[in-house]
């Protein structure tokens, strides 16, 4: 009988936990709707976006608006020593590809020829401080970098994009 009655005792605390908690929760819903709603609005006024951070995706350039220019010299680079104790070569085509249609391609894209020893330095610096297997395992990695510095070094993004092309490694 009595385990009985303490199961009767059970279910009826059970019932008024669960009514208890279904009060609680519909009396915060108001207040959780409020604050959201100023969240967003501030968001709004802020311009940013919830649900996290996201970079601006970079715009698509027409193919009639690229024009591109080729570092002369194919680079030999000596990268920085790996694991396995081998000294290892980086050799590469680097083309860029420059955005006719940027305000600093007028001031830049003339006269980009005359500083391939400049870009061919920055090229060298970053492919240099990576290892073998840092490059096979991020190759994208590597030339949003070296883009990254050359548009730093020119204080501009004229500059659209890196390519590589006949690339070996040893």
Do not use: C, W
Not at 27 to 50: P, W, Y
Not at 71 to 78: F, G, K, S
Not at 98 to 119: F, R, V
């Amino acid at each position: 009988m009595k385990k009985n009655l303490i199961s009767v005792l059970i279910l009826a605390l059970l019932v008024v936990n669960l009514v208890l908690t279904s009060i609680m929760m519909f009396s915060t819903m108001g207040a959780v709707k409020k604050t959201g709603a100023l969240v967003t609005s501030i968001a709004t006024v802020l311009n940013i976006e919830i649900g996290g951070e996201e970079e601006a995706a970079p715009t698509e350039i027409k193919l009639a608006d690229l024009e591109t220019h080729d570092i002369p010299d194919e680079l030999m680079v000596p990268l920085r020593r790996s694991e396995d104790g081998k000294d290892h070569y980086y050799i590469v085509q680097v083309s860029l590809m420059l955005n006719k249609q940027h305000p600093d391609y007028e001031t830049y894209g003339p006269t980009i020829a005359s500083q391939d020893s400049i870009i061919k330095s920055i090229i060298i610096e970053v492919i240099g401080s990576h290892t073998l297997d840092e490059i096979q395992a991020d190759p994208e990695g590597l030339r949003d970098e070296i883009l990254k510095k050359i548009q730093d070094a020119y204080s501009s993004e004229f500059i659209y994009k890196i390519a590589f092309s006949n690339i070996m490694y040893q």
